[in-house]
């Protein structure tokens, strides 16, 4: 039982700071978070699915509340959004292990591909242009907050041993 409600309250904890900081990054760079190349800082937060599986529902929900609650979401984006970011968090998981030198480089690029996919096919359908255009764009930036935030942040957890205080 107090396994299950850490793992709830971490799911909380998660969700509350994705939703926050997308927030805050749209209010102080209005758009960096909402357009067709994006840079979510919050994003970055994905890393944690490498240590904990309650990072899977805690990223999902995060999104879903920042996109339920972002006046210029769509509805769409409440559940293909939502998906992709629940896919992304999951493949992270799964592919926890697998490293290149030390970073679990296949799980960063998950949110990429996921997004990618998912978010350029929704794009596509509200503001046209090519699937393949707005696939790259979100790809894009996916991957620079991944491979630059994400991995930081990776790393910093790991040398200071904060994932297995927090998560262990």
Request: hydrophobic share 55%.
């Amino acid at each position: 039982m107090k396994q299950k409600t850490r793992q709830m309250a971490h799911a909380a904890i998660i969700a509350a700071l994705y939703a926050v900081l997308t927030h805050m990054q749209n209010i102080l760079f209005p758009g960096s978070a909402s357009m067709a190349i994006q840079f979510r800082v919050s994003e970055a937060l994905c890393v944690l699915a490498f240590f904990t599986p309650a990072a899977i529902p805690g990223l999902t929900i995060g999104c879903m509340v920042f996109n339920l609650t972002f006046a210029g979401s769509l509805p769409l984006d409440w559940l293909v959004g939502s998906a992709a970011t629940f896919l992304a968090a999951w493949g992270m998981w799964q592919s926890r292990k697998v490293k290149v030198f030390g970073l679990p480089a296949l799980g960063l690029m998950m949110p990429a591909v996921t997004n990618a996919v998912l978010v350029g096919w929704e794009l596509s359908v509200y503001i046209g242009g090519g699937f393949g255009i707005n696939a790259l764009y979100v790809a894009i930036g996916e991957a620079a907050v991944l491979l630059a935030l994400g991995s930081a942040l990776y790393g910093a957890m790991k040398a200071r041993k904060l994932d297995q205080r927090l998560f262990g």
